[in-house]
């Protein structure tokens, strides 16, 4: 069994929708998950209506759903020909549900309400996907990730009790393949042992992709992209970019924690630990290779990659009396960071100095001199960025410090980071 996540981008219109139709005739007589986002940003729009109903902002809340509604219906339009269709009445029933939210007091739980609200995005769109492939002759059927998917009660980012989940998928989902060859399900969403619905924290359709190849052993998860793989570099900063063939695990991770925006470390996890291969392909050119992420480090010397992170802050501490700068104030510093949140990029020590990178949006300069006033002296240099390399050379390197001042940079054996600046 091969599991597919199809995201938002992929269901967006009745066209995707149709194209995800014309993708699963190639896999004719396989069976396989199919695991579907909120279609387009629907996910945005429920989170907009989230707001306006704990503001009790009736007509925002209405003219929200009003919108969503149309959206679903033009797509559900063009795909059926007949209106009496089963999936018209959940589709419906949904919108009912959701609009009755409203008449009850906003709970204190934020998190809770947000999950039941938001989950609704993919029980559209995957009943939607169903119906549509069980129209066009697919053996296909839908399936309620909130009935297989057991997570804790942390509403809004829940965490996954793999055993239950194991076991529900055994019993509930694996029988079902002896009647039918694909199974329709939700990306983002779990349940709680009451039956309450969680989600997996934004972006968590291509986790539920995970979850469900752990669990049921599949042989490998491919996610459906509008790009042909995973790139070297993100075009929006770099002319030339490279398809990468083929990665490894522990590369994808790599990547990911320096902020390339390829897949979620917590979805390659799963796969990682049971050697499932996962595949990035194009939906757009489906027959195409793309991107396979897999056990072996073989090829991952093959092609450099590069993580731009734009408008960087560098700040520096040195301690007030000239004292090193040790064990003590480390954590001294530490601690304060993480009170605020802040979220490090980059760091650096030498005898009288500390210094760290952080984005510019996510911080107010002045309020972290503030913060540290009593102890440290603290300059900031803004408008930078960071570039990382990894698997370098000095050619890359050149490549990306052309016309630029290096303010930092750091170079173990796989990967260069450099701050920079625009030489001015
Ligand atoms: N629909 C959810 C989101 O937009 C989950 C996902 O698509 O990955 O965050």
Request: net charge negative.
């Amino acid at each position: 069994m091969k599991v597919f996540k199809f995201g938002g981008a992929s269901v967006k219109d009745p066209a995707a929708v149709r194209n995800v139709s014309g993708i699963l005739s190639l896999y004719e007589g396989e069976k396989l998950v199919i695991v579907v986002s909120a279609m387009g940003k629907t996910t945005n729009k429920l989170e907009e209506v989230v707001k306006a109903s704990q503001n009790r902002d009736r007509k925002m809340f209405m003219a929200l759903v009003d919108d969503l509604y149309a959206f679903h219906m033009h797509i559900m339009g063009e795909l059926f020909q007949e209106k009496h269709y089963a999936v018209y009445n959940k589709v419906e029933e949904i919108f009912e549900k959701l609009k009755e939210r409203f008449s009850e007091p906003f709970p204190d739980n934020f998190s809770f309400e947000y999950d039941q609200i938001v989950s609704l995005g993919e029980l559209l769109s995957s009943h939607i996907v169903a119906a549509f492939l069980f129209e066009q002759g697919h053996s296909a059927a839908w399936v309620d990730a909130r009935k297989l998917i057991r997570t804790n009660h942390q509403y809004q980012e829940g965490n996954v009790d793999w055993k239950k989940t194991e076991e529900l998928m055994n019993e509930r989902l694996l029988p079902e393949f002896q009647k039918v060859d694909i199974q329709v399900t939700q990306g983002f969403i779990g349940h709680t042992d009451e039956g309450f619905t969680t989600t997996l924290g934004r972006e968590g359709s291509d986790y539920t992709a995970g979850i469900f190849a752990y669990c049921t052993n599949a042989e490998s998860v491919t996610i459906w992209k509008d790009v042909p793989g995973m790139l070297n570099a993100d075009p929006k900063w770099f002319d030339n970019t490279i398809k990468l063939d083929s990665i490894s695990f522990k590369e994808a991770i790599e990547l990911s924690y320096y902020g390339a925006s390829v897949i979620h470390p917590k979805t390659i996890k799963p796969l990682q630990n049971k050697g499932i291969p996962l595949y990035v392909k194009s939906f757009i050119d489906p027959h195409a290779d793309g991107t396979a992420i897999q056990s072996s480090m073989e090829n991952d010397h093959l092609v450099p990659s590069f993580i731009f992170k734009m408008d960087q802050v560098l700040f520096s501490f040195t301690t007030r009396d000239f004292s090193f700068i040790v064990e003590e104030n480390l954590s001294d510093i530490f601690d304060r960071l993480a009170n605020v949140n802040a979220k490090i990029n980059l760091m650096q020590n030498s005898a009288l100095n500390f210094s760290i990178l952080l984005d510019r949006s996510k911080v107010d300069p002045l309020k972290i001199v503030e913060l540290f006033n009593d102890t440290y002296e603290v300059r900031y240099n803004e408008g930078l960025e960071l570039v990382t390399i990894r698997h370098y050379d000095q050619a890359t390197i050149d490549r990306v410090t052309e016309n630029k001042d290096i303010l930092l940079q750091q170079k173990s054996r796989q990967t260069a980071r450099l701050v920079m600046k625009d030489k001015g």
